[in-house]
């Protein structure tokens, strides 16, 4: 016997006590969301699953990122003493041998600089180990939120924030700081008047980035109410159709997503006052920059490359909150989709399926004992399952479980596996209590084959060897896994058809294993479980869904692999069970009756009236198969082309739906051609949207022109120009804060009607 530390994965007995199985998630989002600005510490935690490798990497680019942003402010000197060099070559106090060396020495400063921050602002993109899910199955009996769309969402968006967004913000950061100090140490006087810009643009930003933390985590929790809703509605399509219940479904989803239309909408206020704001404090600043700059040269305070370079320097600080305030839009988004996620990750779980921790068996048999097992679920505790049961199941035996639904025999195997906490009472593993055992070594040595096959896309020699993970054999070579996977194969009579495939076991199987049928996929299934040489093996109703041909083939290969192993068979079809050694019958929690097949049918009991309800002889519903594993179930492989298909979300009865359609690719001007022939009503608005990019760029244009001309009037030192350019600047500023708040508004709205119709519209795709 193998120990480990003591306790392993042992449940958390205080948690179910106190009903945290199923209350602990209103806790976490209370949590989580109890402050929306304290949520940026949960964007800070993402960086803790750094290894020493990836602090290293986020060192490097850090430095990085402060060089770059460095680098303008310091090419501002530069460009000041350029900008005397020009100003003394047209006062005439430098011959033009002079300004050309002086051009080509500043040109040369300019070449060094760019060299230098473009080999310095190379992007390293860090890996982040995403935290895998470590709870107990009931946490996701009544999930609240969309868990997927949680990984690849909340996933993506964090993501996002933390690559080159935070890599902007920080070379933002760097670049206000470094512009500051270029500027003090120039004029300081002229400096701390055009200060006067910046801290109207802070107090701004941080109100607005707040707002849109908090909407955009109340976005989430809408937006994961309707994957939800989704997901469970395309995992019963075929039902939703039969009742006629998707328009139904189809309102219920449309009225979540006005829920978080609605939230959204909400948004656009803010982004109608961060951009204008942030645009017109630059702008602006350029007004009281020359309109005072002018005035100190005017009375020989300073040189016009002083002024020029406090001026850009200062601007430089400004525009960089600029270049923040779109960084801090996806910022705020990762920092809720972190608040999500970590609601999640701090939750303990009762049982933890990645704990080192328990006692490994050595030479294990399979005797499994249930003494006074009393059981209910954590998501309905008032509901007792199972009471006070009592279960003896000896090893290398085959033990059936019958009895109407409901009455406890999944729940059996529910407790076998660890996935819940049982209540009251002792379940033992060859006289080992099973809370004592390691997870992993559970799982690995008690394997599980359900009613409904579950594959994954890949080939078929992927598929079965993933039933060697967590094992030793998981490191093996690949020639070592290319036997254990054919000698699985062999013995769960599925080697045949592989073989007959044209690819074999390179063989790609589509999602959940779409080109097979279902007796082919569940004996892959039963390849994979018995792979690794498992001592109990558990079977769900493992042949139910499956029509009587297939059903003969995979219950031969049942019986073939049950050699040497502890079986425990749920079954419904009582013509599966008749060769068990013991048969249990169950009703409401409780043993009614056991014994074996004859045993039970002369007591006339149970067991009896249920034969007799399905009419059963032996023989009488399926042919017997040959001992050879006769394939009289192997249709042809449905060939999957290389295009894209429906995305198939019921698990498969049988054959895969024919539901394959090349996709029609298109270019980025078809692409959101298409887009906007989808969305008409959205025509007014981009045309607004239209116009006031074009003044909003216009601004620029027009700042250029009248530095231009501020420039002039430096060189004939005339302050009623200085004093007229200024006012103009102002003025473009206030068409610019304009054009901004119109975008700002016009944008979030249409990018919410937007999101809020394609969803839709996929949604009713699939009536």
């Known amino acids: 016997m193998v120990k480990q530390d003591a306790g392993a994965g042992a449940v958390n007995t205080d948690a179910v006590r106190h009903g945290s199985l199923d209350s602990s998630r209103e806790t976490e989002k209370s949590k989580a969301s109890g402050s929306d600005w304290s949520g940026v510490k949960y964007l800070l ?3 803790s699953y750094n290894d020493s490798r990836g602090w290293l990497m986020n060192a490097v680019a850090v430095v990085c990122m402060i060089g770059a942003g460095a680098m303008l402010p310091l090419m501002d000197i530069v460009f000041g003493q350029f900008v005397n060099v020009f100003n003394d070559f047209a006062t005439g106090t430098k011959t033009p041998s002079e300004y050309r060396s002086q051009v080509s020495k500043f040109t040369l400063y300019f070449v060094l600089i760019n060299i230098t921050a473009i080999r310095t602002t190379k992007k390293l993109r860090v890996d982040f180990v995403r935290q895998t899910l470590r709870q107990e199955v009931s946490f996701f009996d009544s999930p609240s939120a969309s868990v997927s769309g949680q990984i690849t969402t909340n996933g993506n968006l964090i993501n996002s924030g933390i690559s ?4 902007l913000t920080i070379q933002g950061v760097a670049t206000f700081i470094a512009a500051f100090v270029v500027a003090f140490s120039v004029q300081w006087k002229l400096t701390l008047i055009i200060l006067a810009i910046v801290p109207a643009n802070l107090i701004v930003t941080i109100i607005c980035v707040i707002q849109d933390t908090m909407l955009e985590h109340h976005m989430f929790e809408i937006y994961s109410e309707s994957g939800s809703l989704a997901e469970e509605t395309f995992a019963s399509i075929r039902t939703a159709h039969a009742f006629w219940a998707f328009p139904r479904l189809v309102e219920r989803f449309e009225a979540i997503l006005a829920r978080a239309k609605k939230v959204g909408d909400a948004k656009s206020k803010w982004y109608a006052i961060l951009f204008p704001t942030e645009f017109f404090c630059v702008i602006s600043g350029y007004a009281l920059a020359f309109w005072q700059g002018m005035h100190m040269y005017a009375k020989g305070e300073t040189s016009v490359g002083s002024v020029v370079t406090v001026i850009f320097a200062v601007l430089v600080a400004a525009q960089s909150l600029t270049q923040i305030a779109p960084q801090t839009i996806a910022l705020s988004k990762a920092t809720a989709a972190a608040q999500d996620l970590f609601a999640i990750i701090d939750r303990q779980s009762a049982i933890d399926s990645l704990s080192q921790a328990g006692t490994c068996i050595a030479n294990f048999k399979g005797d499994i004992k249930l003494r006074r097992v009393r059981f209910a679920y954590p998501s309905r505790p008032d509901v007792s399952v199972l009471r006070s049961l009592d279960v003896d199941i000896p090893a290398e035996k085959t033990t059936a479980l019958v009895g109407a639904s409901g009455s406890g025999k999944s729940t059996i195997f529910g407790i076998f596996e660890r996935w819940y906490p049982f209540q ?15 997870l992993k070594w559970l799982r690995t040595n008690v394997r599980l084959v359900q009613q409904e096959p579950t594959l994954f896309s890949g080939t078929i020699f992927q598929n079965v060897a993933d039933g060697l993970t967590g094992t030793d054999a998981h ?7 290319v036997k254990l996977v054919t000698d699985a194969c062999k013995a769960a009579f599925a080697h045949d058809f592989i073989t007959d495939l044209t690819d074999g076991y390179q063989t790609v199987i589509g999602e959940r294993g779409a080109s097979l049928s279902g007796g082919q996929k569940q004996r892959i299934v039963i390849a994979r479980s018995i792979i690794s040489n498992p001592k109990v093996l558990l079977l769900d109703e493992a042949t139910s869904a499956l029509d009587p041909r297939a059903e003969a083939v995979v219950q031969a290969a049942l019986n073939n692999v049950a050699k040497g192993r502890t079986m425990v068979v749920i079954a419904h079809r009582l013509s599966t069970i008749c060769d068990a050694d013991n048969i249990i019958v169950m009703s409401k ?7 074996s097949h004859q045993q039970l049918i002369a007591q006339g009991g149970a067991y009896a009236r249920l034969v007799k309800a399905q009419d059963l002889g032996r023989g009488s519903e399926a042919a017997q198969v040959s001992k050879n594993g006769s394939d009289t179930d192997d249709e042809p492989l449905i060939r999957l082309d290389p295009v894209l298909s429906r995305i198939s979300t019921t698990a498969s009865h049988g054959q895969a739906e024919d539901t394959l359609h090349p996709t029609k690719e298109y270019s980025l001007a078809q692409g959101l051609w298409l887009i906007l022939k989808e969305q008409r009503l959205l025509w007014w608005p981009l045309a607004i949207c239209l116009v006031c990019c ?3 760029g216009g601004t620029y244009a027009a700042a250029a022109v009248l530095f231009s001309r501020t420039m002039n009037a430096f060189e004939t030192v005339d302050v009623s120009k200085a004093n007229f350019y200024a006012l103009m600047f102002f003025v473009v500023a206030l068409g610019n804060f304009v054009a901004y708040a119109i975008l700002g508004w016009l944008s979030n709205t249409m990018a919410q009607v937007s999101y809020s119709n394609n969803n839709k519209a996929v949604f009713d795709a699939y009536q």
């Open 45 to 47: 935690r993402v960086f």
């Open 424 to 438: 009251a009472g002792s379940v033992t593993l060859d006289g080992h209590q099973i809370q004592d055992l390691n």
């Open 164 to 167: 080159e967004k935070l890599g």
């Open 589 to 595: 929690g409780d043993i009614v009756e056991s014994g």
């Open 694 to 696: 074009i003044a909003a």
């Open 475 to 481: 490191h093996a070579s690949h020639q070592e896994k």
